[in-house]
């Protein structure tokens, strides 16, 4: 992993199908930095570490009633948005009652993924 250690957490997030869950993450910025076939790790070399397994047993992912999720937060939220205005259910990014200005979509697996950045740091 090129990325110097430091104390964090990383997700290792299960996918039934490994290679549009890369191709996914690519569109929000991770690139692969290590592949173990069923294994890969992604980074976008700024403090995104994320590890995609496809190794979990037939049925641990339902797409539809994915209870995973992951939160990204990045300061420009709304330059990620019009990158993925595409991929996006047609909400543009807000600011949310728990103070976060933020937008979500859905992984090829159904898993949450949400990008925001507080709004009380919003110029």
């Known amino acids: 992993m090129p990325e110097q250690p430091r104390h964090c957490l990383v997700a290792i997030l299960p996918c039934t199908d490994i290679d549009a869950s890369t191709e996914f993450y690519g569109r929000i910025g991770l690139s692969v930095q290590s592949d173990h076939g ?22 641990w992912v339902v797409p539809g009633r994915n209870p995973n999720g992951l939160y990204l937060y990045r300061q420009d939220v709304d330059g990620l948005a019009n990158i993925l205005g595409k991929f996006l259910p047609g909400d543009r990014p807000e600011h949310k009652p728990w103070g976060m200005y933020e937008f979500a979509l859905s992984d090829p697996d159904g898993t949450l993924v949400r990008i925001g950045w507080p709004s009380r740091l919003m110029s």
Request: without cysteine.
């Open 38 to 59: 069923r294994y890969r790790i992604l980074s976008d070399g700024k403090g995104w570490p994320l590890h995609l397994s496809s190794e979990a047993p037939q049925g």
